[in-house]
């Protein structure tokens, strides 16, 4: 599962492109200005960066020289500034592309695929008493012997719980975000899957797999 960095100012903007790419497969987090940009660079990993250019604090092209000098990934300018002269300077910064909005979200996803590569990537989680590995959806267990084969949805809902986590992770999330279903599985089927997950963790870690009554679920470990 590739994960973005989407810097944008647009709240409704956000929203709608953090559900396109999750509905895809994609782990999105969103920085409304550059400080919360650079502050994200500092704690964690990203596959690809989705930058505006006209932010309230600095401008996108500092975010940009920050991943240039300090990180390997590739990174995309998606702004209104459109003008050559913007354009110019956002390739000589060593941009893998630059959108001009608007835009069409099919466009986008097609362009950060061919970035990427054609399918995003899922990746592994080293956990205690546990390893979730991404190529070949596996879990595996330190007190077992043999590997276990996971679906693309029990990977997907244990992922995104481990990763989310101290976050509760509400059903409808899941459904729509995760595994593009809303409307085509009943949200009963989170639930299923859950209990499949916490058979296949075994009794000590299926309880790190908390029930939030009403809400949803998270992944909190003891």
């Known amino acids: 599962m590739n994960t973005l960095l989407l810097v944008e100012d647009d709240a409704a903007l956000v929203t709608i492109i953090e559900r396109q790419f999750r509905s895809e497969g994609y782990r999105v987090k969103s920085a409304m200005d550059a400080h919360s940009a650079l502050e994200s ?12 250019i006209g932010l309230p604090d600095q401008d996108g ?5 920050e991943i240039k000098q300090k990180h390997s990934f590739p990174f995309v300018f998606l702004t209104a500034m459109g003008s050559p002269e913007y354009r110019l300077e956002g390739y000589e910064l060593g941009a893998a592309d630059y959108i001009p909005k608007p ?28 390893s979730l590995i ?3 959806l596996e879990l595996i267990l330190k007190e077992s012997p043999s590997s276990v084969r996971l679906s693309e949805r029990e990977y997907s809902l244990l992922y995104h719980l481990i990763e989310c986590s101290p976050r509760i ?19 009963r089927g989170v639930d299923n899957t859950i209990l499949r997950l916490r058979q296949l963790l075994g009794e000590k870690l299926s309880e790190n797999i908390k029930a939030v009554r009403g809400v949803g679920y998270q992944w909190l470990e003891e």
């Open 41 to 52: 660079l500092q704690q964690e990993e990203f596959d690809l960066a989705l930058i505006d």
């Open 61 to 65: 092209f500092e975010v940009a020289r």
């Open 103 to 130: 835009f069409h979200f099919r466009e986008l996803l097609l362009r950060v695929q061919k970035i990427l590569g054609d399918k995003p990537k899922r990746k592994n989680v080293n956990g205690s008493g546990f």
């Open 134 to 136: 991404g190529d070949t």
């Open 169 to 187: 992770i509400s059903r409808e999330e899941v459904l729509t975000d995760l595994w593009n279903a809303e409307g085509k599985t009943p949200s």
